[in-house]
């Protein structure tokens, strides 16, 4: 009986460190690289070292420069972000646009509202919205729900003001994750 114990414990040792190991196997692994437009972004970057010198995301990247925000996105371990491309704000009248990122604590809400725990690829997105029916919820990482749904095949974020953005690039690594990219400004519930 000892004998028989003492093995089933063994096992079970093996087994748990064997099964805790595998996240930390390698720390080599694979960079997985792709191109949009001028920019190249990497797995093996962070979210902001990818688009710090992109062109597409001059005014998201100086927002984040010293932004709280950032620091919060990097400090996770999975995070999928919803990236506003420059043309996002630049479609928003001059006079709004300079009053959003004039206002840190509206482009912090706004850029919170854009990250949601975990990775997730459009690919899930989509099976999602085909399960729910015509939208799916995801919880922010401040814990709001953000609308997605899919429109002739364009998946779109909604804000509560039936605000949208298109997603019009999508499954992009980042070392904490994906990033997809968005073509407009939506504001959480509570900030106008």
Do not use: W
Request: proline share 3%; hydrophobic share 40%.
């Amino acid at each position: 009986m000892y004998f028989k114990n003492l093995i089933t414990l063994l096992l079970l040792a093996c087994f748990s460190i064997n099964a805790s190991a595998q996240k930390y196997l390698s720390k080599n692994n694979a960079e997985v690289s792709r191109k949009l437009g001028e920019s190249t972004f990497t797995s093996n970057k962070s979210f902001y070292q990818n688009i710090e010198e992109a062109p597409d995301f001059t005014v998201l990247a100086s927002v984040l420069k010293n932004a709280p925000s950032r620091q919060k996105l990097e400090g996770m371990e999975a995070v999928t972000i919803f990236a506003i491309a420059d043309e996002g704000f630049l479609n928003l009248p001059k006079k709004s646009r300079d009053s959003i990122l004039g206002n840190p604590k509206i482009m912090n809400s706004i850029i919170t509202m854009l990250a949601v725990p975990g990775r997730i690829d459009s690919n899930t997105l989509k099976n999602e919205i085909a399960k729910q029916g015509s939208n799916t919820y995801l919880k922010t990482i401040e814990g709001n729900s953000l609308r997605i749904r899919e429109v002739n095949g364009t998946l779109q974020l909604v804000d509560s003001e039936n605000r949208t953005a298109n997603i019009i690039a999508s499954d992009f690594y980042h070392k904490n994750g994906f990033f997809h990219i968005i073509d407009s400004v939506i504001f959480p519930n509570s900030e106008e």
